[in-house]
């Protein structure tokens, strides 16, 4: 563990032994994460809150509790590697192992106007920290967790990604997917192939493992412009995060249904 203190967390297994569900959710002091979050709670997960900030991680465990959710906070920077292994750590200490893991933190990197990210002119280094967080943060977390996921019965991946990755409606001229997003969207597309291999890999173990696109979300990542509530674009996620046995996997889903690739 780091020398950050977290505060009002008991460190027993009891969540085992009570048959407790438990749900770790990256990026989850705000936005569609804290929905995603308190939609888990709300159906009786025990949640850990992912974030990198303590204030606002600290702040959005106390808004869960006093709504009635069992909620604990996780230090969480998903870029690094120490941060992530430290906060597996703590989930096993907490809980003794994983029901579900929702990746949804993730980052656009800098935008021009109208949230344009033009190609010809993009900064690689904007490219590379999009990715790691957008990518291999993913990767970095899932393996690391997947020790915990494995303890667990019927255990869910769910990453959050974006209809801007659908390489079928970006090449679509007459679907209207918004500005070009050179850094941003080719990060889903990564995530999308990402999200196919890890259910290809996990077939047969029970773990299921898909990608939840929120739609246009009213939240700062967005400049809060859009049509949806964080509430709408947590939906697809609590639901893939519950899915029954023998439900899909490797699939990419919003509330309408399958996205297309």
Known sequence: M????????????ESVSNGTRTALVTG???GIGYEIAAGLGALGHRVGVGARDAARREDAVEKLRAA????????????????V????????????????????????????????QDPTTLDLDVVRTVVDTNVLGVIRVT????????RS?????????SSVGSLTRQADPDI?????????APTKTFLNAVTVQYARQLAGTGILINAA???????????????????QGAATAIRLATLPDGGPTGSFFEDDGVVPW
């Open 2 to 13: 780091s020398n950050e203190t977290v505060s009002n967390q008991s460190v027993s297994n």
């Open 28 to 30: 989850a002091n705000k």
């Open 68 to 83: 009635g959710v069992d909620a604990f906070g996780v230090p969480l920077d998903v870029t690094d590697d120490r941060s």
């Open 85 to 116: 292994t430290e906060a597996a750590a703590l989930v096993e200490r907490l809980a003794g192992r994983l029901n579900v893991l929702v990746n949804n933190a993730g980052i656009s990197g800098p935008t021009g106007p109208g949230w344009e």
């Open 143 to 150: 393996n690391a967790l997947l020790p915990l996921l494995r």
């Open 153 to 161: 019965p019927s255990p869910r991946v769910v990453n959050v990604s």
């Open 176 to 184: 209207e997917i918004g500005p070009v997003m050179a850094a941003y």
């Open 213 to 231: 696109c929120p739609g246009l979300v009213a939240t700062d990542f967005t400049g809060f412009h859009g049509p949806r509530t964080p509430e």
